[in-house]
Nanobody, 126 residues
Framework: QVQLVESGGGLVQAGGSLRLSCVAS????????MGWFRQAPGKEREFVAA????????WYKDSVKGRFTISRDNAKNTVYLQMNSLKPEDTAVYYC???????????????????WGQGTQVTVSS
């Protein structure tokens, strides 16, 4: 099991930027693929981005491609989500998840993750 703590959320105007961080503790961070999901009020948690254990491959939700970048620093046990050109529809609680599976097809679904953080709120005003 790995413990995850997100930070970096906040209130930002449309067009602005935020960088989310997720720090892991417990088991070896580099053994996990990592993902970012988000959940808006009244909606299900949805995939945003994922990155492999080594950081060599990444995947994104179509609506965030070109605006968001996922990255990781295994020496710091941290995964990041750089969010640029934010839109009001990006408003949600953002969660990071850790996945032990090597199957990239699983990274798009909440069931593919073994551990989750508590979330950080991102609010984008128009």
């Amino acid at each position: 099991q790995v413990q995850l703590v997100e930070s970096g959320g906040g209130l930002v105007q449309a067009g602005g930027s935020l960088r989310l961080s997720c720090v892991a503790s417990g088991r070896t961070f580099s053994s996990y693929a990592m993902g970012w999901f988000r959940q808006a009020p009244g909606k299900e948690r949805e995939f945003v981005a994922a990155i492999t254990m080594s950081g060599s491959n990444t995947w994104y939700k179509d609506s965030v491609k070109g605006r968001f970048t996922i990255s990781r620093d295994n020496a710091k046990n941290t995964v990041y989500l750089q969010m640029n050109s934010l839109k009001p529809e990006d408003t949600a609680v953002y969660y990071c998840g850790a996945s032990i599976t090597p199957d990239p097809g699983s990274y798009y679904y909440t069931e593919g993750y073994d551990d989750w953080g508590q979330g950080t709120q991102v609010t984008v005003s128009s």
